[in-house]
């Protein structure tokens, strides 16, 4: 049987994703009670990892030493592929002397292409496109807050990046509506607004995308790879930012979420993201309880 891939959102079906969920919050429970279940015992995961990470490295690193498990990181400079070794040849190799592989990458091209040839699960980790796995930890988050996520709003705001993608395949999967509001110019992939018709709304003022939203949402303003960019992102994203008085036009009990690492002052102002209605550190840590059902389920 060929493997099961998480390379998006929608690779796994609406009733798998809410399932992978309650499995990640019973995880969690079982975490704090010190009792992980040992699940993963001699199993190995391996990371490739072209860019920089905290989070997504520890939750991955951390999450399967819990469950019995392994992992070996690997940067760049530790295979072959920056010699020009295929990545083709890398998985087919790969794949048959571990039992998963996480992948973050400058392309996702490079990551469909290693999953094609890849005997094992691959999980996408953050490439230029989209951010599966803090999709999942977010969702988890708002469902603990504040229970069923289906037909609430959550109002993007900012840079129609990687991870603004992954919230539109959130909203697709997990039923709820989304609003997009970026700078012109700097709104998400049309590519990606077609695979879920009528499910976005997509503007250019922050303010309606906030009116009466139950969350409130933002990241960077330069991803990893666009620092170039920085200065001209910078004075285009002017009037982006996720202060208190944008706060107020969402609902009063509305969440503010972060994938991190933030720039306070930039994207989001210190009083919302230290404030009360963020959320942004039980996003960062279920990232590791939902990885941790990820990986059981794809490794069971
Ligand atoms: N949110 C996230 O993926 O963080 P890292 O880049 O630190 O892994
Ligand atoms: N959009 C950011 C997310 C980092 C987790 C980036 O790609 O750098």
Not at 43 to 55: D, H, N, Q
Not at 82 to 93: H, Q
Not at 168 to 177: L, R, S, V
Not at 239 to 245: A, K, L
Request: hydrophobic content about 40%.
């Amino acid at each position: 049987m060929p493997a099961r891939h998480f390379l998006t959102l929608l690779d796994f079906a609406p009733q798998e994703l809410a399932r992978l969920l309650e499995r990640a919050t019973q995880l969690k429970r079982l975490h704090g009670e010190r009792q992980d279940p040992r699940v993963l015992t001699g199993r190995t995961l391996a990371m490739v990892f072209e860019k920089a990470s905290t989070r997504t490295r520890v939750s991955f690193e951390a999450g399967m030493a819990q469950l019995g498990g392994s992992t070996m990181f690997l940067s760049p400079r530790d295979t072959q592929l920056d010699r020009g070794e295929p990545v083709e040849d890398m998985a087919r190799a790969m794949s048959r002397m571990v039992d998963v592989i996480v992948i973050r990458a400058n392309s996702h091209a490079m990551i469909e292409r290693f999953a094609g040839h890849s005997h094992a699960p691959v999980i996408n980790a953050l490439s230029d496109l989209h951010h599966p796995c803090q999709l999942l930890a977010d969702v988890q988050t708002y469902i603990e807050y504040r229970g069923d996520i289906r037909g609430k709003t959550a109002a993007w705001i900012g840079d129609g990046n990687n991870v603004c993608n992954s919230w539109i395949h959130a909203a697709q999967q997990f039923d709820f509506h989304l609003r997009v509001a970026s700078p012109a110019g700097y709104g998400p992939n049309s590519d990606i607004l077609a695979c879920c018709p009528g499910r976005v709304a997509v503007m250019t003022d922050p303010q309606a995308a906030a009116r009466g939203a139950d969350i409130v949402v933002t990241d960077t303003w330069a991803s990893m790879g666009q620092e170039d960019e920085k200065s001209e992102r910078l004075k285009a994203f002017s009037g982006f930012q996720v202060d208190r008085s944008l706060m107020r036009h969402a609902n009063p009990d509305a969440l503010f979420m972060h994938c991190l690492p933030a720039y306070r002052g930039h994207e989001v102002a210190a009083e919302v993201i230290d404030g009360p209605q963020s959320v942004v550190w039980d996003e960062a840590e279920n990232r590791l309880h939902a990885q941790k059902a990820l990986l059981e389920y794809l490794l069971r």
